[in-house]
């Protein structure tokens, strides 16, 4: 779907599945891009999810949101944009995706 001007709109997000998961505030040795990135109001984060189907599924195009927070007219309160996805134990038993909070898609 394209909007007036010709750039792709792919819609509103949907829920796809829900998880537990490990949310961690990113801290470390990249003080210069942490600080820039706080001073934009942006705060990254580790989610630690286990590995299924569902979860080796994601993208990031995809966005994650804190269910516990619940939405808001429908739209998240809290939500996250998806930067990178790794397997840090590389058996495959976990998911580890770098987040950011606040930041537009």
């Known amino acids: 779907m394209q909007d007036e001007y010709g750039n792709d709109v792919t819609g509103d997000f949907a829920d796809v599945f829900s998880i537990s998961a490990r949310l961690q505030p990113k801290f470390g040795a990249d003080v210069e891009t942490k600080t820039a990135a706080r001073l934009a109001a942006l705060q990254p984060y580790n989610l630690t999810v286990r590995s299924c189907a569902d ?28 930067k990178t996805i790794v397997n840090p134990d590389e058996r495959g038993a976990m998911v580890e995706m770098l987040v950011v909070e606040g930041e537009s898609s």
């Open 55 to 82: 979860t080796r599924a994601v993208t990031p195009a995809w966005r994650a949101y804190d269910a516990r927070k619940g939405l808001v007219g429908g739209k998240p309160l809290r939500f996250f944009n998806i």
